[in-house]
């Protein structure tokens, strides 16, 4: 199953916030069992809005955004997605008597802004923010899962934790390993990847990231992933294809720096 | 001008590398005087890069692209391009020569895998990689710029340094301020943002994030970002705003909690 993760806010694509959002989804929608396909990340805008959401579903099976949940007038990813998808807005009780007694306990106002965080799409069921105002919001429409985060990272990652339950693969269990390599560098390691990689008969993915170690020598982190029906045959393949590389680069140790 | 940042990379989908470079190059283009409107992150995969470089094209007049640059079987980044626009890969003799001395130097052998960093599309500019082996291309064509740079930080960030004056644009100043205001929610300050950047026309962009202060109290961050044809014009609005907003912060102090 495909996923794609949507990042909303203008503030990611002017460099003012690095976006470790997305660097958190995907890492658990891959241990749940999804291929992360691809990332959007787009302006507070409702026709961005749309257009990213239609993107991600004609090419994803799961789509999860995150930002655009607040109280604020940028904060428009739910009317956007309401009207991308035809659904009316709707208020939820529990929420909006939340947010009341939310706001009264901070002896503030319950604003016409403040409880726009009430509205959700009709159809879709709420998800509550363990650690602040905007609850999320999970969908499942014309055979897709939507999954709607808030921008504020604690809150997302929070909020995502609590639905990895329920939207685990069925039957996917995923390993990975990295290895540091001191004294070996990327390019060494290049045409031994590759071949490893077809002789495993692409059950395995070998991922070369160049480091520098302290020194100042080259270094290579190696990092080898499996994804099997079985943890441990995943592990099994990892450690496959680590012990062939180790193989394939003694037989040429004078590329090896130490 | 519009600008699309293109991040290439199976690791920062699945999560093992939080993206900055996007942040980085979004940061640099905004005060270079690019709006960046969108951001697309994709697989090492040929059709996946085609179909970021064309949707990036429609979007925007300056494309800038970051990883698959190496040489390593997934680093397919100038292959795809070269095959997207329907530009004929050329061998780059500096860059060639420059390859080979530094694998000389290293007492490595000049593979295949390593001269693959010596190909470019023809009718490109090499960009001199002053920290790492691969280097950038820039590419003017159909009316736009494509910048392709390697997915290693301080590789991207170096490269697009010297690039910088080449890209700017003319006349076009950027300024923006940050203040933390203290005691204050998000929510409180959301009509009043809305209001001031109503009566000032959107001629500048103000930006609440949440934060909490040392003593759990809640924060904000006010960001202002103005752009002008002078630079003084622009810090002109954004102390307007802010000055503006603080006013109508006064007229609501019972919200404000100190």
Known sequence: MMACVISIGNELLRGKTVNTNAANIGMKLTLSGYEVTKGLTIRDDPAEIAWALKTGMESADMIVTTGGLGPTFDDMTIAAVSKALNLPLIDDPETAQRLRERYARLGLQATTERMKMASIPEGSTVLPNPVGAAPGIFLQIQGKTI?????????????MDSILDRIRIEGTEYFSESRFMKGTMESTLAPIVNKVMKEMDSKVYIKSHPRHSETGNPAVELEILARSEGKEHAKDLVETAFNRIFEELSHRSKDIRT
Chains 1, 2 share one sequence.
């Open 147 to 159: 999954v709607i985060l808030p921008g504020v990272p604690d809150e997302a990652s929070a909020i």
